[in-house]
């Protein structure tokens, strides 16, 4: 298939990342991760025990790292990452690390340069409105925030951490609001946007539902 661009933005828990990853296999596209990037930056973080306030500090080490996605997991220089970026704790830091312009600025450079050769499918919060303006499809994902909170209990259940699904509403609910209230890039729908709401759809309608869309406006070629 030809070199194109699909950008899935949306909140926390609206399903982006399970969306994304099977569109980019039914379109022969390379998935691009970009919350997995800074899950990573978070982990890295916890592990050197940097302080939240030393911006400059993680702004440094986000330009520094090198961050590689594949389809088992994210290697960051070299080491390879799959459920240590999914706790809780490292969730909650990664948000709080996203309003760090310096630290967006460094992965936005890195996001670009993987989409320049390549057919890609990237989701995150920013991608249609700033990382990849000029994307051929772009989407807006959401849910109520019920059914988020709910999605992401079950999904922290399955792996054993015990949490409380109203703890998990008021974090998700959090995590939205540092999300469209940061000063550099935040979260929002692209003008041109297709707006899906899947409170009350399943994975495999969405992702067919995209599917069918990224098919008709590239012209379906294989």
Known sequence: ????????????????????????????????????????????????GIELM???????????????????????DGLKLTDEI???????????????????????????LISQSQAVVMDGRDIGTHVLPHADVKIFLTASIEA?????YQELRAKGESTQLEVIHKEIADRDENDRKRTFAPLRQAEDALFV????????????????????????EE
């Open 1 to 48: 298939m030809k070199k194109f661009q699909v950008a899935i933005d949306g909140p926390a828990g609206a399903g982006k990342s399970t969306v994304a990853r099977r569109l980019a296999d039914k379109l022969g596209a390379v998935y691009v991760d970009t919350g997995a990037m800074y899950r990573a930056i978070a982990w890295r973080v916890l592990q050197d």
């Open 54 to 76: 030393n911006e400059k500090k993680i702004s440094s080490l986000a330009e520094a790292l090198t961050i590689t996605l594949d389809t088992d997991g994210v290697y960051v």
């Open 86 to 112: 999914r706790s809780n704790q490292v969730s909650l830091l990664a948000s709080d690390i996203a309003k760090i312009a310096g630290v967006r600025k460094a992965l936005v450079k890195k996001q670009q």
């Open 148 to 152: 988020r909170a709910q999605r992401r």
């Open 197 to 220: 709401e899947t409170t009350s759809l399943t994975i495999e309608e969405v992702t067919e539902m995209i599917f069918q869309l990224c098919r008709n406006k590239l012209g379906g």
